[in-house]
């Protein structure tokens, strides 16, 4: 069974940065895409960064620059690095693997 869990989530200050975690179980991240989303009003969710099994990574424009997803595949978890964080940054965080999510990490960007 494979399970994906969030963590890193929480409250930060304008500019500053949080690193989420996305661990998965039950297969290797190897063998498929991660992506992250973000809940946003509306209850959809949009795609924030992704990357693929040869590590090709995508983003979407609002994070071009300040957001960094990387892999570990030994510790078959994705990361996204977070940096200058803003307001509108502020929400839930999705993993997800093949067809697989996460409950989601909440980040909060407030002074």
């Known amino acids: 069974q494979v399970q994906v869990v969030e963590s890193g989530g929480g409250l930060v200050q304008p500019g500053g940065s949080l690193r989420l975690s996305c661990v998965v179980s039950?297969?290797?991240?190897?063998?498929?895409?991660v992506d992250w989303y973000r809940q946003v009003p509306g209850d959809q969710h949009e795609l924030v960064a992704s990357?693929?099994?040869?590590?090709?990574?995508n983003y979407a424009q609002g994070v071009k620059g300040r957001f960094t997803i990387s892999r570990d595949n030994a510790k078959n978890t994705v990361y996204l690095q977070m940096n200058s964080l803003k307001p509108e940054d502020t929400t839930v965080y999705y993993c997800?693997?093949?067809?697989?999510w996460g409950r989601g990490t909440s980040v909060t960007v407030s002074s």
């Open positions: 997800s693997f093949v067809s697989y």
């Open positions: 039950g297969r290797s991240i190897r063998f498929g895409t």
């Open positions: 990357i693929t099994m040869s590590g090709t990574t």
